[in-house]
């Protein structure tokens, strides 16, 4: 079985600022991370072709800095890796993301599985994986949990609700997302730092993935209208009583006064 994990470098959450003078989001300088939800589902691809043989491969938009995103994912044992890098890339919205993803699994060819985590931590848009299956009419599961069995054309699974879980039977090529309860990412090993290292990494620009640059990047539907960072916490209230039932008649009668009782 042939399996693409989609992956995203994200920023480092805590070092964000937001420029409100400017309308932006500044980011850190440095390389990135790999998504942590991405790690699940980069886990899980690795398990299943440790399970069903074939091949793990990662695949990522993003500009040269996304190199190290990828080179951490070879290091867990990951086959191969794509980048799809080109300035016309810069500026896209999830559902341009979702298309420029798409022409290269298109151009990749011989893929059975699509993994992707549910979301990004930096948009927490949970867009992408449905837009890339949406682009090549595939089946799709999101906020997977656990795959409870997997063939050549067939993979049962449970899909997370507000209720429980749905057990599902999808038609393979599939797109699924994971979320985190489905396993417990590995660690790279020394062996694989050291062979990720020498990997090449493919390299596609918008040219060999025959896109234009209309409906991506600048020109993706999506316009930021305003950045700002978001509201500060109000301060908390201190009930006070001298006894536990002159306690509970002050905070029932604050819920009252409030009409949330």
Request: hydrophobic fraction near 40%.
């Amino acid at each position: 079985m042939n399996i693409t994990v989609l992956i995203k470098q994200v920023p480092e959450i805590a070092l964000i600022k937001v420029d409100e003078a400017a309308n932006k989001v500044v980011l850190p300088q440095g390389p990135g991370v790999v998504n942590p939800h991405d790690e699940f589902a980069v886990e899980e691809g690795l398990r299943l072709k440790e399970k069903t043989g074939g091949k793990c491969v990662v695949m990522t938009v993003g500009t040269e800095r996304a190199e190290s995103a990828l080179r951490n994912c070879l290091a867990l044992g990951v086959d191969d890796a794509y980048l799809l890098t080109d300035d016309l890339f810069t500026g896209s919205d999830p559902q341009a993301t979702g298309r420029i993803l798409a022409a290269g699994l298109k151009k990749m060819g011989d893929c059975d599985l699509v993994l992707a985590g549910k979301q990004a931590i930096d948009s927490d848009s949970a867009q992408v994986p449905a837009a890339v299956a949406a682009h090549l009419n595939l089946p799709q599961v999101m906020f997977v949990k656990k795959f409870e069995s997997i063939g050549d054309d067939k993979a049962t699974v449970f899909r997370i609700t507000e209720d429980g879980y749905d057990a599902v039977e999808v038609n393979l090529p599939a797109v699924i997302s994971v979320v985190k309860e489905i396993n417990e990412p590995r660690l790279p090993s020394l062996k694989g730092k050291m062979a990720a290292k020498k990997k090449v990494i493919t390299r596609w620009s918008a040219a060999d993935l025959g896109l234009d640059g209309s409906g991506i990047g600048n020109n993706s539907k999506t316009k930021i209208v305003k950045v700002s960072p978001p509201p500060p916490r109000p301060k908390g209230e201190i009930i006070e009583g001298e006894t536990p039932e002159e306690l509970a008649e002050s905070l029932f009668k604050k819920l009252r006064d409030n009409q949330v009782i």
